[in-house]
């Protein structure tokens, strides 16, 4: 996979760099950056509450996460949700080295395994969250039944298109689904992101320990639609004129996501996240 923006000119070569372009390229990098350490700690989580749990035995203690992840009567379930855990974790900390141009020009080698350990991972998680909705079903019913199989088909289709564009060197369109998949793994994170933020503005209006009320049905497509568009927007806008009023509308687009995501960050990582890190590798109760 490929950078999601590249250095900016150093004013050396005699080229100089649109206005524009500098915005969208560095409200590029700032949001970037946000999702990276925020994704980062959240990966973090996934690995050492999940894993840890398991390790421990405890695997009864998922359901301290989100009641109804560990069915059980239904191991097969609990091996689905298990591995889409494990393998969004490593998929959220090697997502920043991935996507940084200065790493797969420096590494093209390393780049190249990274990647295709990131689609595996990426197929693997897809696959395991569908196996277990298939099997146990999700908390919030048919709704979100429908809206997390819809997600886990869009993460399998991107990590196999980003592998096999990249197989036929067509490096072009291999940096478009490559982004796609990017914004498509990143929504387990935001999925935690938006309801921190949806509940330090207005408490929990619209949602139910069931994950049925309006809000919860919202959330069950928001999480990860959104992010498509603007990761279409970022690829489109690479090619359009440099003083396009789309690049403009793109560039606070990023820039108002960025506060969103630090804003929201904080407050899940302070509530959530750390304390999960912790409980996970000392098996104290959250």
């Known amino acids: 996979m ?7 000119s ?34 973090l989580y996934m690995l050492l509450f999940f894993g840890g749990t398991a390790l421990h035995g405890t695997l009864d203690r998922w ?37 940084m141009g200065s790493i797969r020009r420096a590494y093209p080698a390393l780049h190249r395994w990274l990647g295709r350990i990131y689609v595996a991972a990426a197929g693997i ?49 291999h940096r478009a689904w490559a982004i796609r998949l990017f914004s498509l793994v990143v929504g387990s994170w935001l999925f935690r992101i938006d309801y921190g ?32 568009v603007v990761a279409e927007l970022f ?3 690479r090619r359009m004129a440099p003083h396009s009023a789309l690049k403009a509308g793109a560039a606070a687009v990023l820039v108002t996501a960025s506060a969103f995501v630090l804003t929201a960050s904080f407050y899940f990582a302070v509530q959530f996240w750390v304390p999960g890190m912790v409980s996970g590798v000392t098996g104290a109760p959250l």
């Open 125 to 173: 998680a897809g696959v395991g969250g569908l196996v277990f909705i298939l099997v146990a079903g999700t908390i919030g019913g048919p709704v979100m039944n429908v809206g997390l199989a819809g997600y886990g088909v869009l993460v399998t289709l991107c990590s196999v298109k980003a592998y096999t564009e990249a197989q036929a060197r067509r490096f072009e369109r």
């Open 10 to 43: 150093s004013g050396t070569s005699g080229t100089s760099v649109p206005l524009i372009d500098r915005v969208v390229r560095w409200s590029g990098w700032t949001l970037a950056g946000s999702v990276w350490a925020s994704g980062a700690v959240f990966g």
């Open 63 to 99: 359901n301290e996460s989100l009641d109804f992840l560990h069915p059980a009567n239904a191991p097969s379930a609990t091996a689905g949700i298990g591995v889409h855990f494990l393998a969004g974790g490593l998929l959220l900390i090697l997502g920043p080295l991935q996507l």
């Open 197 to 228: 933020f949806w509940f330090m503005i207005a408490g929990k209006v619209g949602h139910t320990h069931l994950f049925r009320g309006p809000f919860d049905y919202f959330m069950d497509f928001f999480f990860y639609l959104p992010n498509l």
């Open 2 to 8: 490929v950078s999601v923006a590249e250095p900016l």
């Open 235 to 237: 690829i489109r806008t």
